[in-house]
């Protein structure tokens, strides 16, 4: 499961870069929640829920149904 949100990620990270931020996977529990750190300038932004929200978890999700939800950690 690990190396399919990776390969997800490597599409996101691009519009990330972009703006100074990355993201980070940091865990995935057996109940389908994955666990993200922001990097760079997503880290502090206050828009940092929006992209978590709007564009990590939708596309995650999208590809990967059986993600429940993803959240950031520190």
């Known amino acids: 499961m690990k190396e399919k949100i990776e390969k997800i990620l490597e599409e996101v990270r691009p519009s990330l ?5 990355n993201v980070q996977l ?3 529990t057996d109940d389908g929640i ?3 750190r922001l990097t760079g300038a997503c880290a502090g932004c206050a828009a ?3 992209t978590l929200a709007y564009g990590v978890e939708k ?3 999208q590809k ?3 993600i ?4 950031s950690v520190k």
């Open 26 to 28: 940091v865990d995935v």
């Open 34 to 36: 994955v666990k993200v």
């Open 68 to 71: 429940k939800k993803v959240v």
């Open 48 to 50: 940092s829920t929006i």
């Open 59 to 61: 596309i995650l999700r």
């Open 64 to 66: 990967l149904p059986e």
């Open 17 to 21: 870069l972009a703006h100074g931020g």
